[in-house]
């Protein structure tokens, strides 16, 4: 059996449910962004890696890494007072991924204002503040990794606070 029957959609009719339909699936997109949006991070745990000894840093003065592996470059600073998330017997020292979470440019540290700054788009990332992005069209803070040092005064990273940039989920 064949159906004859064609309805006739008028240009505005057929506009008007268009912008009806568009609306109702922007707002159920937006509700799932908002809803990951707030769901604090996860610590992401990578093997511990030996980055440093203590007695090899110095105040404001950067040491280029790699965690968790060669294909993540990163800092390790030793910032002279305690800060967001630091260790060490001052709780200054902390470490960094450098590729900016916005396009993956590579950050370049300003001794300076203590930020770790993007050249492409021009983000900048408060190191004495977790890596809270002060800056830029970057959505997301700087990647933080979590440091233990041991009792001979090394130093390990062992995970990070969020999802490395350019890496399509939280494993090796």
Not at 84 to 90: A, L, M, R
Not at 135 to 140: K, L
Not at 161 to 166: E, N, P, Q, R, V
């Amino acid at each position: 059996m064949r159906c004859n029957k064609m309805v006739n959609v008028g240009r505005r009719q057929f506009l008007r449910g268009s912008a009806v339909a568009g609306v109702g699936a922007a707002a159920t997109i937006m509700t799932g962004v908002q809803a990951r949006a707030a769901t604090p991070s996860a610590q992401i745990d990578y093997p511990s890696t030996k980055l440093a000894n203590i007695a090899d840093l110095t105040i404001n003065d950067p040491v280029d890494i790699e965690f968790p592996d060669s294909d993540s470059p990163g800092v390790l600073l030793k910032m002279g007072e305690a800060v967001e998330g630091g260790v060490g017997p001052d709780s200054d020292i902390v470490a960094y991924s450098v590729l900016c979470p916005h396009k993956g440019w590579q950050l370049s540290y300003n001794g300076d204002d203590r930020t770790l700054n993007c050249p492409g788009h021009f983000s900048r990332f408060d190191t004495e503040a977790g890596g809270q992005q002060v800056w830029g069209h970057a959505t997301q803070n700087l990647p933080q990794f979590t440091l233990r040092v041991d009792d001979k005064g090394d130093i390990y990273a062992e995970g990070t606070s969020d999802l490395i940039f350019g890496r399509p989920s939280n494993v090796l």
